[in-house]
């Protein structure tokens, strides 16, 4: 069993639509919960993170971490086509410095229909 | 621009062949990361360095992958005799202290042929 699963794809949803990406994981050392988008043929880019369990906000995007079930979500509010990426869950044991490695999922495609 | 540069962004090797990759990150990453990324597949460590000291290998790292960070500034990565297996993107990262986390480069492709 790898360290972080996340939910298979490719996903198509309508513009407007909600999504919701999620990611377990079983390792509870974990501590800091990440969401990055990555375009094709580009590095991945930091949309969010979160230390330990709790919901973020920051826009259209909303992560939760509940690290009872050892499961973290991102939703996206009113998808929009430039929303349209592979998205990538990841986590560390601190944020940086010293085990701040991250073990990725595997990712999820999204794609978004105008 | 990310802020880290890799170069070249696509290499095409023959099995068998060395290769070396190049990062530059810019200069308050103090800490340079190195991860693998397969097709499909979520990208996965390989070492780390704070300033020049490299102070984590993980066990992908095999004995033909050398990575270093002379005078803490930009990294290398070689992989000598590659193999079909070695195909994937490799890509840096650059973190400064007290800063928002990972700045990924672009990556390069590695096709071995």
């Known amino acids: 069993q790898k360290e972080v699963e996340q939910d298979p794809g490719p996903l198509s949803v309508p513009e407007g639509a909600i999504v919701s990406l999620n990611c377990t994981y079983s390792n509870s050392a974990f501590q800091y919960f990440m969401w990055y988008r990555q375009y094709s043929r580009k590095g991945p880019e930091l949309l969010m993170y979160?230390?330990?369990?709790g919901n973020k906000e920051d826009g259209r995007f909303t992560a939760q971490v509940d690290k009872s079930s050892k499961y973290i979500s991102l939703f996206i509010r009113d998808s929009q086509p430039s929303d349209s990426a592979t998205y990538l869950c990841a986590m560390s044991r601190n944020f940086t410095g010293a085990n701040s490695k991250l073990t990725f999922g595997k990712g999820i495609t999204l794609s978004v229909r105008p | 621009d990310t802020g880290v540069s890799q170069d070249p962004r696509h290499k095409i090797t023959k099995r068998g062949q060395n290769v070396t990759f190049r990062c530059d990150p810019i200069?308050?990453?103090?800490?340079l990361y190195w991860y693998r990324q397969t097709l499909g597949q979520g990208p996965e460590f390989l070492t780390y360095?704070?300033?020049?000291?490299?102070?984590?290998k993980s066990r992908l790292l095999s004995d033909r992958f050398s990575a270093e960070r002379p005078k803490g500034s930009f990294s290398t990565l070689e992989i000598q005799r590659t193999e079909q297996g070695d195909s994937a993107m490799y890509l840096c990262?650059?973190?400064?202290?007290?800063?928002?986390?990972?700045?990924f480069g672009s990556g390069t492709r590695l096709t071995v042929v």
């Open positions: 979160t230390y330990s369990s």
């Open positions: 990262a650059g973190e400064a202290t007290g800063r928002n986390g990972y700045t």
């Open positions: 360095f704070q300033n020049e000291a490299q102070l984590e």
């Open positions: 200069s308050e990453h103090n800490r």
